[in-house]
């Protein structure tokens, strides 16, 4: 077992020996404390399955979410859309969970390779994707997120095209252009979990290789123009869904109601916004 410290020494230390955090029937609720979101964060801090204990909680974690379609998806995922016993893999979770996976080094697990493909099969004509079907949702960011963390070397014709047809449905419109302004995508967050906001697309669409491309300048500039004097960003937010038009639904499911979980306090200069905004800005050209 690796000695560390710092916040992924915090998490790790709130697991349980059976390699679960908080219960180990539900490793998708409570939301933002469960295994799943621990997961989650732990990826983004550069742990891998050389880790015994990063190990055992991805072996439940793949086990517990993967879906006979070749997807990922929660074991009860409850909303105002959906209710009851998920058996389908789900987009935003197949997009997390593939990410992190790949990112604690799992690439070429079967039932990753497997959720790449539901990834692709389950892109829209349109170049998007969406949770509920429409094909044109900024917000299903999670499948391109997925494809920058997997190596070029390992992406497929049908997943190479599936990323050229979604870096195109994202610079049409430029990283934030989709119906009435929406507030939240200029706020920079984390822990990032299932929403976007324009340094999120930045971070994949760069990674990706289209740091280039001219529809990505309104997207730098706002990057730039949010950088202090100390070359610091500052975490604009966390979970705004808890703050959000959610909040009339989560006050009748209390149940449902989300955790908040932060590293960093909102207000403050983050080392976590920080790190993705020099990583994007490393990746310009």
């Known amino acids: 077992m690796t000695t560390m410290t710092g916040w992924a020494a915090e998490i790790l230390a709130k697991q349980t020996p059976q390699g679960w955090w908080v219960t180990g029937d539900k490793l998708y609720r409570p939301k933002y404390i469960s295994t799943n979101w621990m997961l989650l964060i732990l990826s983004d801090l550069g742990l891998t399955k050389q880790e015994p204990r990063i190990r055992k909680a991805c072996e439940l974690w ?108 994202f610079l049409e419109r430029e990283l934030h252009k989709q119906g009435t302004r929406y507030p939240p995508w200029y706020r920079f967050h984390y822990p990032v979990h299932y929403y976007y906001d324009v340094l999120v697309g930045l971070d994949f669409m760069t990674s990706l290789g289209y740091g280039d491309d001219k529809r990505m300048k309104y997207a730098i500039r706002l990057l730039k123009k949010k950088r202090r004097q100390d070359n610091k960003w500052l975490l604009d937010a966390v979970h705004p869904d808890v703050e959000g038009g959610m909040m009339k639904w989560f006050n009748e499911h209390p149940k449902d109601k989300p955790i908040p979980f932060s590293l960093e306090k909102p207000g403050q200069p983050s080392k976590m916004i920080t790190l993705t905004a020099m990583r994007v800005l490393s990746k310009l050209r």
């Open 62 to 169: 793949i086990t517990g979410l993967a879906k006979k379609d070749g997807g990922f998806g929660p074991q009860l995922l409850r909303s105002p859309h959906q209710s009851g016993k998920l058996t389908k893999g789900h987009l935003c979770t197949t997009g997390n969970t593939a990410r992190a996976l790949v990112k604690f080094g799992y690439a070429d697990h079967p039932k990753v390779k497997r959720s790449f493909d539901w990834l692709v099969k389950n892109q829209n004509p349109k170049g998007g994707w969406s949770c509920f079907g429409s094909g044109r949702n900024l917000d299903s960011w999670e499948p391109m997120s997925a494809f920058a963390a997997l190596p070029p070397q390992k992406r497929t014709k049908s997943i190479n095209r599936a990323v050229e047809m979604g870096a195109e449905f």
